[in-house]
């Protein structure tokens, strides 16, 4: 499993475990995919330092069209 880029808060953590511990299983299971939901749903992007070389790569013309196309 990868390691997540955020820091659990350990009271918030603590509370969640309370109330998980408090449902039957089933409901516990819809938790877990929740929480597999919200990582997932987590938007993925790539560096704009990766983007960059691509920079200006888009002719002139073909720009025009797509503004063109995006104003109709």
Not at 2 to 27: N, Q, R, V, W
Request: aromatic fraction near 6%; hydrophobic fraction near 40%; charged fraction near 25%.
């Amino acid at each position: 499993m990868a390691e997540s880029a955020y820091t659990p808060d350990p009271e918030t953590t603590h509370e969640i475990m309370t109330e998980l511990k408090s449902l039957p299983l089933g409901e516990q299971k819809e938790v877990l995919d929740f929480v597999r939901y919200l990582k997932f749903k987590q938007k993925k992007g790539v560096p704009g330092s990766v983007l960059l070389p691509f920079a200006g790569t888009i002719p002139a013309e073909e720009l025009a069209q797509m503004q063109q196309a995006i104003e109709e």
